[in-house]
């Protein structure tokens, strides 16, 4: 895959979807539009938490499953 080529991307920071690249659009290739206009302490404050929903989340989804080995 081409580097300008649009790809489907999920931000780092709030885990909303989007494309990239944009012409015009700020996002860059690990943060989306709006989270890339935040303070850099800010977003990696997002992204700890965001790691960490996506992480519990996972395990929800495996206990709802029953537990079983994966
Ligand atoms: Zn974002």
Known sequence: MSDD???DRT???CGRGYKYP???SSATRFH???CVGLDAEVRALFE???KRVRRL???VE???RGG???
């Open 62 to 64: 495996k206990l709802k």
């Open 48 to 50: 700890h938490f965001n």
């Open 5 to 7: 080529e649009l790809q």
């Open 22 to 24: 944009v012409p015009k």
């Open 11 to 13: 931000c780092r920071c």
């Open 32 to 34: 989306c539009e709006r």
């Open 57 to 59: 989340t996972a395990e």
């Open 68 to 70: 079983e080995a994966s």
